[in-house]
């Protein structure tokens, strides 16, 4: 079995239902998806000549063309590697020298702005795959992948530096849609929502487990927060899955209070934190005054590790919630023994959910997966009750005069404050002390007076003396991945630039 033979069962058990629609207007049926992917298949091996495991680029935005390719580049045995027209070329170049695809399929007009290797195949101009490809038999190939054959290479948003490519096999996500659909309620007659991007592995699951359902994904290709409401209003959608920080701009959108909302009954979260989880869950779910709040826990390594339902929400929102289904959780010490409850330590999953490796990176490989373990080196604990939180990750610790500083801990307690919109802690050399220190930068909330000294006074309250950034400055805008997650590697420069135009509010 394979993630796309849910679809051929959709195509001829209700052939014209829609199968996606896009925020353009336009949509496809599953018969049409489902033929168009076999001729993309049928191609790719019997014209090109391609062989299965042979890596495949798609470069295609967030569009009906870009699953067209995908579903046939994977019927042909074929890697799914998903790009990202949003890059930048030094992100691209680094991604195709990984992933080293033999060819790539490319909207028309999309490869302008970056040299792309191999053959690059043209999908056509429009929001579907163009009339070259219906040329080609519809019928499946004789003999499709199995479950234990990858089909996607994922590159992390590349939020702490450079991306890697997370290497999936069918079996690891068919086991992950199966635990969804019990956990979240799925069913066919869904009407899903996923504005986030399709080259990213929460956006794409959510699409493609839809899919196999048989039931109806839109998704939009350009995220818009009004039009978000504009959808499902206009769609009666009932499902919306994204990360919290797109939640939160659907919440700045002027309440208009004719809209009906009231067809949403799942809201799914994931992917980072809320800036401020017991007010922005508060009002998300006020807007969506139907509708129940599931918040998972997960990388893209991972796939799922907990999950917080609906009614833990507002008794616990700061917890990533529970083991999911399927899942056994570990905390262990430095010495990879487990702790006891209330402990930090660095947190295991285990589940056959997970990665096959980094492609091509077995070195890397080998720090993330052992023993049927794997961690990504976020820090947590559990409460006495089995409820995990979320500290924060090794690689974003600030050594500060040799004691540990959980840059996320510090961000929590900014963003407590009323006038912090946003907060981004790392670490950065103080040419005086010739020593790394901890510092912010934040974003205002807009209307709200806010004293840098009065900030730093609510930090010293709440943190051990050493946790206190020693430095807090104002900036206007963050610089953000293309996920919607802080780009921190980008900060330090965001810092030194902003740094000189700053007076220290004593």
């Known amino acids: 079995m394979n993630i796309s033979d849910g679809l051929a069962r959709a195509r001829f058990g209700f052939p014209a239902k829609v ?26 091996r019997d014209d090109l ?16 063309q870009f699953l067209e390719a995908f579903y046939g580049i994977i019927r042909a045995g074929c890697i799914a590697v998903p790009l990202n027209d949003q890059w930048s070329t030094v992100e691209l170049e680094s991604c195709l020298a990984d992933s080293r695809p033999t060819l790539t399929l490319a909207r028309s007009g999309s490869r302008a702005r970056f ?23 519809s019928s499946p190939l004789p003999e499709g992948p199995g479950s ?31 635990a969804a659909t019990i956990e979240f309620g799925s069913g066919r007659e869904d009407r899903l929502l996923v504005p986030g991007a399709l080259c990213y592995s929460l956006s794409l699951f959510a699409v493609t487990h839809a899919l196999f359902l048989g039931s109806t994904p839109y998704i939009m290709s350009r995220f818009d927060p009004r039009k978000v409401l504009d959808i499902v209003e206009r769609e009666r959608v009932t499902t919306i899955c994204m990360v919290p920080s797109l939640y939160e701009a659907v919440l700045e959108v002027k309440p208009d209070s004719g809209r009906d909302l009231s067809s949403v009954r799942t809201l799914i979260c994931a992917g980072s934190t809320w800036a401020r989880p017991e007010e922005g869950k508060e009002r998300v779910l006020k807007l969506f005054r139907s509708a129940g709040l599931y918040e998972y ?25 529970r083991p999911f289904l399927g899942v056994r959780i570990e905390i262990r010490d430095e010495d990879g023994r487990p702790v006891e409850a209330g402990k930090i330590g660095t947190l295991y999953a285990r589940s056959s959910y997970g ?22 080196g976020d820090l947590a604990y559990a409460d006495e009750d089995g409820y995990l939180y979320i500290v924060g990750r090794k ?22 404050h009323p006038g912090v919109a946003m907060s981004a802690v790392f670490g950065a050399e103080d040419p005086r002390r010739g020593e790394v220190v901890p510092v912010a930068l934040i974003k205002k909330r807009d209307g709200t007076e806010l004293s840098l000294r009065e900030l730093r006074a609510h930090c010293a309250a709440r943190l051990d003396r050493h946790k206190v950034p020693r430095r807090i400055l104002v900036v206007d805008i963050f610089p953000l991945t293309s996920s919607g997650k802080i780009s921190r590697s980008e900060l330090p420069e965001l810092f030194a630039r902003t740094l000189p135009l700053t007076v220290r509010d004593s």
């Open 19 to 44: 199968a996606v629609a896009s925020d353009d207007g336009t949509h496809i049926t599953y018969r049409e998806l489902d033929e168009s992917a076999n001729r993309i298949a049928r191609f790719l």
């Open 49 to 64: 000549g391609v062989h299965p495991g042979d890596r495949a680029g798609i470069l295609a935005g967030n569009t009906i």
């Open 115 to 137: 040299t792309l290797r191999g053959p690059i195949i043209e999908l056509g101009v429009g929001p579907k795959v163009g009339p070259f490809f219906s040329a080609f038999d």
């Open 148 to 178: 234990a054959d990858p089909f996607y290479i994922g590159y992390t948003s590349g939020s702490t530096g450079k991306p890697k490519g997370v290497l999936r096999s069918h079996g690891s996500w068919l086991d992950s849609y199966l």
């Open 297 to 321: 826990y997960g990388a893209a390594e991972t796939s799922f590790v907990s999950v917080s339902p609906p009614e833990d929400q507002v008794r616990r929102p700061r917890s990533a919630g």
């Open 355 to 376: 990665f096959e490796g980094y492609y091509d990176d077995s070195e890397r490989t080998a720090k993330v997966i052992g023993d049927g373990w794997m961690t990504v």
């Open 395 to 416: 690689d974003n610790m600030v050594i500060f005069r040799g004691m540990n500083v959980s840059v996320e801990e510090v961000e929590e307690v900014l963003n407590d």
